[in-house]
């Protein structure tokens, strides 16, 4: 039987494993969990869910929908976990992380193609490879990477957001509301007046946070995933048109709109633990108990995980990869996830998905393929292989989807799905069609 090696049973490994083996093809998937753990991680479970535990949006006509949609298409079994594992969570696709981290291990352990290795690799191995070991590449592994590619490695850094106990809170300060309309009961509100928001923001802007590391002097963050503390260090408004807006969330009990309201996500079905949104941060664990229990309801809150803030690394694809996710000066080796650059859980997956594809493809003796343009998995694909000064990070979003006509904003939504869903549609078709020539040939 032909065979591939996998390195790293994240979103990106945990798809590629399971695309690769369905297509007949032995897989070998490599994890060091829980023999060598990440700072980010808990458990040796595959496909752990280490910051958010949502997919963000289930509309169809928004980009994170559409690149769900596309992966529905094709069959993904981590899309079909998710909705499997779905909690109640407005317009977004929140998840239950043990329920799928659980589903995508009996998955992988069952299937009678995948041998799975809880071993560290450090030396890229022989053979047809996807190497798709995160944000958190392990130093060894991570220097055998420099070696092969030849280049430095980018960084930046994401903090990931504390989880309370719902037990803990006083709900008497707090009232459930979608600022969206959709799901009231997936979100529950802390409003805060102006004195009790300025209190905070200072209490906040003063805190004491980790003393960075040597290797972390130089610190970027990405954007989209700011501490809150940095965030808040840009101006005492900041916050107030960013996770603090109140938008959407008056108070049921008085009718009127919060001066700022902290939104909490719940983790689980029955409400035990509650993510604070857009809370990610950095601060020492003394000072997140401090100043986070100045929110309203939360002034006895016990924390279920603290935020923490880590090291995240990236490749610099463009100048690296093809479309197909292989490496140009060696193309029997992958690469997918967001090693690449691509950010988010979803995106991870879809790299992880192509990979899979292609590397099954080499080693069934067919040439791997590219990712239709217009869809908005191949917009990604494309935009983080395509040559761009100052590489930075990029998470699904229509405007990066090619050749789009100018139209109103509405038509524009609708003319980039419909059309994405037919040229995935083709793709599968294109798939399928090789597939049957392959066991025709057998």
Partial sequence: MKSIKIIGAGLAGSEAALVAADMGVKVFLYEMRPKKMTP???????????????????????????????????????????????????KALALDRWCFSSKVEKAIRK???????????????????????????????SESIAKLIGDDYLYFYDAQSPIVDGDTIDYSKMYFKDRFGYEDDAYLNAPMNREE???????????????????????????????????AKRGPETLLYGPLRPTGLEDPRTGKLPYAVVQLRRE??????????????????????RVFRMIPGLEKAEFLRYGAIHRNTYINSPDLLLPTLQLKNEPRIFFAG??????????????????????????LGFEPLKPPKHTMIGSLIYYITSPKKNFQPMNANFGIVMDVPKMSRDKRKVFIVERSLREIGEFKDKISSILNEAVHHR
């Fill in 40 to 90: 980010a991680h808990s458990s040796g479970k595959p496909a752990e869910l280490v910051c958010s535990n949502t997919f963000k949006s289930r509309e169809l006509y928004s980009a994170s929908g559409l690149l769900k949609k596309e992966l529905e298409i094709l069959g993904s079994k981590l899309i079909r976990f998710a909705y499997e594992c779905q909690l109640p969570g407005g």
């Fill in 111 to 141: 299937h009678p193609n995948i041998e799975f290795i809880n071993e560290e690799v450090q030396e890229i191995p022989d053979g047809i490879v996807i190497i798709a070991s995160g944000p958190l590449t392990s130093e060894p592994l």
């Fill in 197 to 231: 928001y300025m209190r905070f923001w200072e209490a906040l802007v003063n805190a004491k946070i980790h003393k960075p590391k040597e290797f972390e002097k130089d610190i970027t963050y990405f954007e989209a995933c700011l501490p809150i503390e940095v965030m």
């Fill in 268 to 289: 689980d079905k029955e409400g035990k633990a509650w993510n604070l949104v857009g809370f990610q941060t950095q601060l020492k664990i003394g000072e997140q108990k």
């Fill in 338 to 363: 967001q090693i690449t650059g691509t950010e988010g859980y979803v995106p991870a997956i879809a790299g992880g998905h192509l990979a899979g594809l292609n590397a099954a493809l080499m080693a």
